[in-house]
Every structure is written in structure tokens, then in C-alpha cells.
């Protein structure tokens, strides 16, 4: 292990010999996820519809001795989750953490600026990939009689000019709790992490990056910048801690979560959002 992948927390090693499916793992919170799961010993099935980024996190893992398989997988379709799940079972045969990481905002502006499109465009984004993930990883982790779901929250819904987003994330909190009670017989953990403003300095995809490699059309004027400011100041004034959580504080989050450290917490949504929530 080199010193770069150093986890700062107690308890390293939690996620030992443990098989664990980030999604979205190229960039961002999902590849300091990536990063964090297999510094503490878990086997990593990097899943990431992008490639150059697919493969970056995937050789870094390595580089750094952690059992790594890269997944290039559009989760946005069911086909996608079940393919995804599929290649994760035949590199390990099990599948113990799902960290249901894709999403993200694509436009910021009020409700009424949205299309009809742009809402489809949104939900796709950030509704149906954990949808489709859980679906598909149910049956797996149901055989084995255990597993742990970590989704990614967001502060979104008690915020200005991202609704459709914001719809998506409270599903996945409506997820959260229902799927908690119905698969906890089944020794399935399901839980949230929610985080606040993230920097990620590592994008190589942007947001507005849609299927298939096209661009959205984000609005380039003064409108759409000022509604953009509303939103961070929105932010930045919910806060008690006034600065941007950075990838590896979210990632701390969800290890934890991940683990069996957490094995009586199910059905949970924790902000790890410098006190906003
Ligand atoms: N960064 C923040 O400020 C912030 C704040 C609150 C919540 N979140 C949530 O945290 C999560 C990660 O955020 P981020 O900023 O690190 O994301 P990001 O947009 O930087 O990275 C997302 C990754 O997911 C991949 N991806 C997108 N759609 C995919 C699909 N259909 N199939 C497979 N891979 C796909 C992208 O290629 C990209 O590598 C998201 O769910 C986001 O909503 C982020």
C-alpha cells in the first residue's frame, strides 16, 4: 500500500477480502470511495461508464496492491445494473457492498426554466441508476444472506433551483427506508449518505456530459449565473462549517456505512455536510 491511500480514521481494514461495486467510480466521491474500500481491504469492482476514467481508478488501485476489476457499465438502464451485477459475480462470485454513487445535477434554475426533457434528462441521472442497482443486486445479496447499500443523498431537497435533482435524491431516500424494511430479514443493511457542497478537483467528465458522450446545453449567461450564485450562497448559509467537504471526508462516510462497524444501523440518511441538513 503506498502512504497516498492512507486512511485517516481508526479501523482500517473494515471492508477485508469484502467484494464491493462502486458505481460512478471514475472521478469524484466514487473514486475516493474506490480508493477508501480498498485501502481498508475490500476487493473493488470499479463500475463507470467511461473508460479513460474507468481505467485510471482501476490502475491506482492496483498500482497500490488492492484487488481491483474494472466494469464499463451504463447504469442508467436496468440492462446496464444487471450486466454490471453479472461481471461482478463472475470476477468474485459475491457481491457484499453496492455503493450506488451515479448522479449528480446537470442544470441549475428555477423549476419553471426547466424542460420537459431536461426533467427526463435529471431523473435519469440521479433517480434510476439506484433504482436499477438495488434491482439487480437484491437477488445477490438475498442468496447470501447478507449485505450493505450505501447510497449517495444530496442536500438538494430543502434547497434553491436543482428540483428535479432534488426529486431524484428524495427518492433515493424513500429507497433508503422502504428497502431497509423489507430486506432486513434478509440481513441487508440499506443506507444514505448525504453529502454538502464536494469539491472534486478530478473531474474528467462533467456534469452535463449526457449518454453517448454528448453535451448538455448548459445556458452560458448572467440568468443562469446568478441563479447558480443563489444556490451556492443557499448553501454556504445552511452551513456551520463554511468551506466544501472534499471526495475523501464523503468517503470516510460511507466506509464506515459499508462495514460491519455499522452492523445495527439500517434504514439511515447521515449529512456529512459541514452541519447542513
Ligand atoms: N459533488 C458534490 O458537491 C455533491 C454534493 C451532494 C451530493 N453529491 C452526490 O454524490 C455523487 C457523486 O458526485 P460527484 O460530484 O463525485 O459526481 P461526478 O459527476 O463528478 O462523477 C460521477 C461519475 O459517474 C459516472 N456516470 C454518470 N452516469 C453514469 C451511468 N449512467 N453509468 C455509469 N457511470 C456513470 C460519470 O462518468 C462520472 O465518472 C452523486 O450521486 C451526487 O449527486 C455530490
Not at 28 to 38: E, K, S
Not at 178 to 185: D, I, K, P, R, T
Request: proline share 5%.
Amino acid at each position: 500500500m503506498t502512504d497516498s491511500l492512507d486512511p485517516r480514521a481508526a479501523g482500517a481494514r473494515r471492508l477485508r477480502d469484502k467484494v464491493c461495486i462502486v458505481t460512478g467510480a471514475g472521478q469524484g466521491i466514487g473514486r475516493a470511495t474506490a480508493r477508501r474500500l480498498g485501502e481498508e481491504g475490500g476487493k473493488i469492482v470499479v463500475a463507470e461508464r467511461v473508460d479513460e476514467s474507468a481505467t485510471r481508478t482501476t490502475v491506482e488501485l492496483r498500482e497500490a496492491g488492492v484487488d481491483a476489476t474494472k466494469v464499463l457499465a451504463d447504469v442508467g438502464t436496468f440492462e446496464g445494473a444487471e450486466a454490471m451485477v453479472r461481471e461482478a459475480m463472475a470476477a468474485y462470485g459475491r457481491v457484499d457492498v453496492l455503493v450506488n454513487n451515479v448522479g449528480g445535477t446537470i442544470w441549475m434554475q428555477p423549476y419553471h426554466k426547466y424542460t420537459p426533457e431536461q426533467v427526463n434528462l435529471e431523473l435519469e441521472r440521479t433517480l434510476y441508476p439506484t433504482m436499477w442497482c438495488c434491482l439487480a443486486v437484491l437477488p445477490v445479496m438475498m442468496e447470501q444472506g447478507s449485505g450493505s447499500i450505501v447510497n449517495l443523498g444530496s442536500q438538494s431537497p430543502r434547497g434553491l433551483h436543482r428540483l428535479p435533482y432534488a426529486v431524484g435524491k428524495g427518492g433515493i431516500f424513500a429507497m433508503t427506508k422502504v428497502l431497509s424494511m423489507e430486506y432486513g430479514q434478509y440481513g441487508i443493511r440499506v443506507n444514505t449518505v448525504s453529502p454538502g457542497g464536494t469539491a472534486v478537483p478530478d473531474r474528467i467528465t462533467p456534469r452535463t456530459a449526457l449518454g453517448g458522450g454528448m453535451f448538455a446545453d448548459e445556458p452560458d449567461n448572467e440568468e443562469y449565473a446568478e441563479y447558480r450564485s443563489q444556490m451556492l450562497e443557499d448553501i454556504r448559509n445552511q452551513q456551520s462549517i463554511r468551506r466544501p467537504g472534499n471526495p475523501e471526508e464523503q468517503a470516510s462516510t460511507i466506509a464506515f456505512l459499508a462495514s460491519d462497524d455499522a452492523s445495527f444501523i439500517t434504514g439511515q440518511v447521515i449529512n456529512c455536510s459541514g452541519g447542513q441538513s
